[in-house]
């Protein structure tokens, strides 16, 4: 076959999904010569397999051949594509802006009213310092791309619009554009492969940002009938910090650890940037998992992150350094380059307070997470403002404690959040325990039963504590082989597979001194004499079919 008919028999196969295909058929394009349009539909190729550095080297070829065959639009498109992946797999937005800022010049060089025109205004309008000016920018790109037919200048200028919004708070109007976007994404409108992995992206930090479960998870169930029928992968290294956040607030632990980890040892050489991100989200999950320790281990030296002021303040309200915790959530509070929901960090603040026996301070801090649920109505910020008051209602023995505290259970349950709603549902016992004191029973049991499945231990041990207080039925104990915990089952299934503990701490993002701390632990509840026996243990119940 000629070059040519090559290359166009790689973008049927590239269009179609099958990446492997492509890739045959633009190296075989490039075997009979080379072109611009072959190496860019090798890189396309390359990134959609999941070969991010051979799909760089492919489209710096492609730019270059681009450039020698004169050719300034299809260079700047390819320059386009570098900036995605650099930033958005590696985290590496110095680069990221370097080929934003080539594609720019080269776009530029079509001149006049056209749809290049219409790249460089939005291009222009992310990089202005001044969200304001910024959002009065992006719709002259909406528009261009709408009167040259372009659906995909169209819909990427649209979601970052509705992602703009979203940041300066005018949250339903810009997340209605962002849906927008999405839809004509899956209804196979956009093609570029940038644009669709930006507009999942740029949902993806809108939800985590404004704590919006349920949308994540409606777009979440798109993207993946998406992926599958056009073998995409519509989450990105970057986008999975954002989504790993979201899957922590929905209480899918499990799956938000798979994202973490899965980004970390992704970014682990390539992007230091991208690790910490990541990082300090896992962090976050442990500290909410009630493994403080290890929250602290992936902390180190990551406490002055931007996303790291949660899990930071709480870990030390956790291990009592309240007045510490206090400091950093009104430090973090005061500055204006707060990057995580603000909500978030006004109800631990609340927490805080009534740890330290401030009922003042607490709602103070309660009073305007009720105005930040006036001014941003969500039901995630409607659940923290009532749960916050119902709190220090029932710190101050004042107002109606159990109304709160039930309009925090149904706004938590509208969110989709589990884990908070089980943390509702035990303050609402305590609000009960006086006058109801058998309702306060059974609403301590079903949250603990809840924090049991959902493995929130710390939340667990509190609801036990509590259920035992009221003359409720005490807790047997922790359920799985013998009475290990899920860590401590972790480690014995990698024991099973033959890994050292050095091993074992790289696999698990633990220091070696706590995989030894574990592995003792567990020998010691299964009545095991080695980490030989451990591991044959661990053969024998593989063998078996029983998970732990």
Known sequence: MSHDALVDEGRAAFRSGDGAAARRAFEAALAERESGAAYEGLGQAHYVLGEYQPAISAYERAYATYRTEGEALGAGNVARMLAWVHGGVFGDWVVQNAWMGRARSLLAEA?????????????????ESDRDRCIERLPTAVAIGRRFGDADLEFDA????GLMLVVVNRVEEGMLLVDEALAAICAGEVEDLPVIEGCFCGMFLACERTQDVVRAEQWLRAAEDLANRRRLRTVSAFCRTHYGGILTAAGRWEEAEASL???????????????QNALVRLADLRVRQGRLEEAGQLLEGLDQHPYAVRPVAALQLA????????????RALRSDAVEIPVGSLLALLVDVHLAAGELEEAAGATSQLEVLAEEVPSDYHRAAAALARG????????GDAQLCLEGALTAFSRAHMPVERARARLELAKALAEERPELAIAEATIALDDLERLEAARDADAAAALVRSLGGPARTGPKGVGSLTQREAEVLDLLGHGLSNPEIGERLFISRKTVEHHVGRLLAKLGLRSRAEAAAYATRQAAEGIRD
Do not use: F, Y
């Open 158 to 161: 649209l979601a970052n619009l």
């Open 319 to 330: 291990t009592g350094n309240i007045a510490q915790a206090r400091e950093t959530l009104e």
């Open 261 to 275: 980890t899965e980004t970390a040892r992704l970014t682990d050489r390539g992007s230091p940037a991208m690790r």
């Open 391 to 398: 709190k220090v209602c029932l710190a101050s023995s004042s």
């Open 111 to 127: 001149g006049g009213e056209s749809v290049e025109h219409g790249w460089v205004e939005m291009i222009d309008a992310l990089s």
